[in-house]
């Protein structure tokens, strides 16, 4: 599984990164236009591919859609969705003073307690507590929200620090994610030859994943500045990609290793894909964003208080460029006092995980697909025989 999550994540978010390369350069020469043609004829040939390339294989055994929680899926849908409106539209929204997200605080409260309830006696609810108290399942829930926090930068400043401050368009914008690209590739292969061939252990590979990203976070410490080449980019924007991706292979590995019954897997994984995709992903920017927006008020305040009438600099600048010119400082210092903050946070993460015990390798043991027929013709049974059992 190591092996075939490496491949994963080398297809995924490389295609992350190339898509928005293609949509603004074909829209850079051509029309912006053309890329739905594109789309849609991309889409039209994987239709055909398919049709071309698959043979139409029918399985004998029928499995009927018993025991499964639609209510819990609803219910963790609305709970997510939740939690995702108020990290993204919180700062919009003014947080807790606006009725918007109060609303939604509460619902997204109210469906987290009734799956949690529902989850204690149900027979099958839609996430059990077996996959919640996993001891893999919390700790790749408490390093995905730790790290993704640590590179919320990516989300909160590095597009306005390179079109406000440098002053890119946006073709050299774009060009940003083929560093990112080369650093997602270059961190699957790492993780291949070591991780997923050689068995190095998940603290050293976390430990490197933590280090890559205190290279990319000490790097804009020390070198923003208003007259960065874009290629001095090219180091901490190939360190992000390459931590992102070695974190995310061996800590979904990990829940693979985790030891849980194949019928409880897919649920460990559900909760992987809520807490790495979704909730550090609008987390860390959120709190991110609005310590952003406390730091810039106050130095904005500090390095206004020296733009008056007693200044002759001052003077001769017109109010609105003066304004400008103010807020631009402001926003400079805010994001280098906001990197070093992050840089203390990830040293002391990285200390913590090195004096951590931790001798597991991946190595784990999936079961055969006759196996898992033979556990789902018997759950379905199981199932049939408990509802015909609470029938009557």
């Known amino acids: 599984m190591a092996i075939f999550f490496c491949y994963v994540y080398i297809v995924v978010d490389s295609v992350i990164q190339l898509s928005g390369i293609a949509t603004i350069y074909t829209a850079f020469f051509s029309q912006w236009e053309y890329m739905q043609w594109i789309m849609s004829g991309l889409l039209a040939l994987m239709m055909i591919l398919v049709l071309i390339l698959l043979k139409p294989v029918r399985t004998p055994m029928f499995i009927p859609l018993l025991g499964i929680d639609w209510i819990g899926a609803g219910l963790w849908a609305v709970f997510m969705t939740g939690f995702t409106f108020i990290c993204v539209y919180g700062n919009f929204y003014d947080w807790w003073d606006s009725v918007e997200i109060r609303v939604a605080a509460l619902v997204t409260v109210i469906t987290l307690g009734i799956n949690l309830y529902r989850a204690s006696f149900l027979h099958h609810p839609y996430i059990s507590f077996m996959a919640m108290k996993n001891r893999n399942v919390v700790r790749a829930t408490v390093i995905y929200t730790v790290f993704f926090t640590l590179l919320a930068t990516e989300h909160v400043f590095e597009h306005t ?232």
């Open 161 to 392: 620090y390179a079109a406000q401050v440098l002053g890119f368009d946006e073709t050299n914008l774009i060009d940003l994610n083929w560093y990112v690209f080369a650093g997602i590739v270059t961190g699957c292969g790492f993780t291949y030859f070591t991780f997923a061939l050689r068995k190095w252990r998940y603290k050293t590979m976390t430990a490197i994943g933590f280090a890559l990203a205190i290279v990319y976070l000490a790097y804009f410490y020390f070198f923003l500045d208003y007259g960065v080449e874009k290629e001095m980019l090219f180091m901490p924007l190939f360190f992000r990609g390459a931590a992102a991706v070695i974190i995310s292979i061996i800590f979904l590995t990990s829940i693979v290793q985790s030891g849980l019954p194949f019928q409880v897997f897919p649920q460990a994984l559900t909760i992987n894909g809520f807490t790495g995709a979704v909730m550090s992903a609008t987390f860390g920017p959120a709190v991110v964003g609005e310590f952003l927006r406390h730091v810039m008020a106050k130095n904005a305040s500090l390095i206004g208080s020296v733009m008056t009438a007693s200044n002759p600099d001052a003077i001769r600048v017109p109010v609105g460029e003066l304004y400008g010119m103010v807020q631009l400082q402001a926003l400079v210092v805010s994001m280098k006092e906001i990197y070093g903050w992050l840089l203390m946070m990830a040293l002391v993460a990285l200390l913590v995980i090195l004096v951590s015990y931790a001798p597991l390798r991946p190595w784990a043991i999936f079961p055969k697909w006759k196996t898992i027929r033979r556990t789902i013709r018997r759950m379905v049974r199981l199932d049939a025989r408990y509802e015909e059992s609470m029938a009557d």
